[in-house]
């Protein structure tokens, strides 16, 4: 797989490094609340949630996949196979980040 | 992304994107409700032997995959396709010719044998990951190779049904009418390189 125009592969993909942006790791009061611990992730996450469907698994009391969250590791200029997850990701309506293509992303 | 690359975050480390981080063990979720605590992709699986024929799709649908990135890096990965084109050429018709039949030809053989759901899904009753991976796949070979394909569906109509049944799922129309949705470009999997789309 490859980002830009190079060779197929990681050799050429790494991008320059850049001051991290994201928020800290490791919040307390973050992992109290179960939630992730991933700080691009979280910054996100929330307004990914606005814009996502509940869904209902088949035959069982309403579960909101909400409360489950997945992060999508995966170049954030091309479908390539990252595309596969995606899709799953997407028609299950599932709450997920798809983190490289976030601001800070690619570092984080 | 590069922190689970360089290995700097514990857990199994990753080859290569993509990979997936799931938030479920010992999670409060995880316990109130442990058959959700599982990837999307296999939610809808309940039977074991469907979770394994669904696998064993979705490993021959890689396979698929892996020949089709090798059709323009025949040679190497680390090689620019430029430098790898005259393989390329002679590897691409071959592709074509022999290998996409196949394997299209082979999901169409185990549609056609699924007389309980009609044909409409590769495994199971209901719509499950392997489905959308096969609409990706026609998706690709569209996009790469938009004139062999033209002849290659003919011969495989469940395989082009499935894609359009797919396409037409809500959640998935609305995936692919947004922004999250990136185009096919020339530095993915699935790229047209017109001198490549030809059946010798």
């Known amino acids: 797989m490859t980002i830009g125009t190079g060779p197929c592969g990681r050799l050429n993909s790494t991008p320059p490094r850049s001051r991290r942006i994201a928020a800290p790791r490791g919040n307390a009061a973050a992992r109290r609340a179960g939630r992730g611990e991933s700080g691009v992730a979280d910054q996100i996450r929330r307004r990914y949630r606005n814009e996502r469907d509940e869904y209902r698994a088949p035959g069982s009391a309403p579960v909101s996949l909400q409360e489950l969250d997945y992060e999508l590791y995966y170049w954030p200029t091309i479908q390539g196979r990252g595309e596969f997850v995606r899709l799953a990701l997407e028609d299950a309506g599932a709450d997920y980040v798809d983190v490289a293509r976030e601001p800070g992303g690619m570092r984080g | ?200």
Do not use: C, W
Not at chain 2, 12 to 39: C, T, Y
Not at chain 2, 47 to 65: C, G, K, N, P, Y
Not at chain 2, 118 to 138: A, E
């Open chain 2, 1 to 200: 992304m590069m922190r689970f690359l360089d290995g700097k975050v514990p857990g199994l480390l990753p080859f290569v994107p993509p990979f997936l981080k799931v938030r479920q063990v010992g999670d409060r979720a995880d316990r109130e409700h442990p058959r959700l605590a599982r990837p999307a992709a296999v939610a809808r699986l309940a039977r074991r032997s469907s979770r394994l024929a669904a696998h064993q799709l979705q490993l021959t649908i890689a396979d698929l995959v892996a020949e089709v990135h090798d059709t323009h890096h025949p040679i190497a990965s680390s090689l620019y396709y430029e430098d790898q084109r005259r393989e390329a050429r002679r590897r691409a018709p071959l592709f074509l010719r022999e290998r996409v039949p196949k394997f299209l030809g082979y999901f169409e053989q185990v549609l056609a044998r699924k007389r309980g759901s009609r044909g409409k899904h590769l495994v199971g009753v209901r719509t499950s990951y392997v489905d959308l991976s096969l609409f990706q796949i026609v998706e690709g070979l569209r996009y790469a190779f938009p004139r062999a394909m033209s002849r290659i569906e003919r011969k495989n109509p469940r395989v082009v049904a499935l894609h359009d049944a797919v396409a037409a799922r809500p959640r998935i129309a609305r995936y692919l009418d947004s922004d999250r949705r990136i185009s096919f470009n020339e530095e993915g999997i699935f790229r047209h390189y017109p001198e490549l789309d030809a059946v010798r």
